[in-house]
């Protein structure tokens, strides 16, 4: 037999613990439509993500190295991914909503420019009269208004749970109350997930990009709490000066699947503690329910130093951060002075009176080597 919506909302009921949000008791989406015969709302909000314009221009944008660094490093995309993989095994183990976690997961980087963080400070710096950029919020802008895939209204139409997972993800501003939730309310069990599986795999991959691509090495980990923790797990330490990707990829195994039993423990024993009726007893809780124990958010952010420090700012990494200034700052005055540089959809987009807006939309949806050779083009015209 086929299972109807009908019966996955029952199934989904069956595994979930009573703290978890249901795709049956959605509050809904911003525009009424008819829900799918044979996915849950949650389903389908993941789907939706997925074949999202910007969703496939993820492929294209840094992580850490510009796209045209190598195939091995990690891009928004695979990143996005590697969250979300996380999440899910997260969201099984605490009884979560396995696909509402997934799909604030996917959309959770939707709204990074190319360069990285290093483009998004860029924007920010050239955006400050209108408000400044954020990445969460540019997520929000896209999946409410700047996607267009529907003839009756603009974005994707997520759910209500959906959109509000993805604006309690960690930020430096208020993003909740910007966009229309109560700011005085914590993360769903699902959102919390997926923050901290954000946190989880960018910090490994990092490493893993980081020892694969030469800017860091063996030697320079032994200064870290996590790294000594491992070293006494039975794998050894690596010969000096070897490297034959076996070392590395026991070791990034090994601190991921360290945090997430750390994080499993800690959040079962918090859950136990609050014994959660429903999902709101979480999010008018005092405190997160999925967190990390004191000692691993020590050594987790001893590790967050070192990559910023060892890594982010290293010299090797300076021209490509030079190369991205000179091209945003190229593209984001030109587009000014000569709307007819960008696509029609984004000139259109000029009327709303907002130009600067509008430009740096059309500049947040552009990919590391689509940016490149725009500012090229723009710079011989």
Known sequence: MIRDRGELEQVERAIVGPWALLSANSRGRAHPETEAARRTAFQRDRDR?????????LQYKTQVFLNDAGDYYRTRLTHSLETAQIGRALARALHANEDLVEAICLAHDLGHPPF???????????AAGVGGFDHNLQAWRIVTQLESRFRGWPGLNLTWETLEGMMRHETESDLAAQTGFDPGLRGSLEAQIANISDSLAYQAHDLDDGLQSGLLHWVDLEALEIWRLWDQGGEGRPVAGEDDGISRHAFIRELIGLQVEDVLSESAARLEALSPKTPMDLQTHSGDVVAHSEDLLAMKGELSDFLYERMYLHEKLQPATRLARESIETIFATCLARPDAMPLYWRKRLTDGEPVRAVVDFMASLTDRSALMLSDQLSRA
Do not use: K, P, S, Y
């Open 49 to 57: 993500i997925i074949h999202a314009a910007a969703f496939r221009r």
């Open 116 to 126: 990285g963080h290093v483009g998004e400070a860029i924007l920010n710096r050239l």
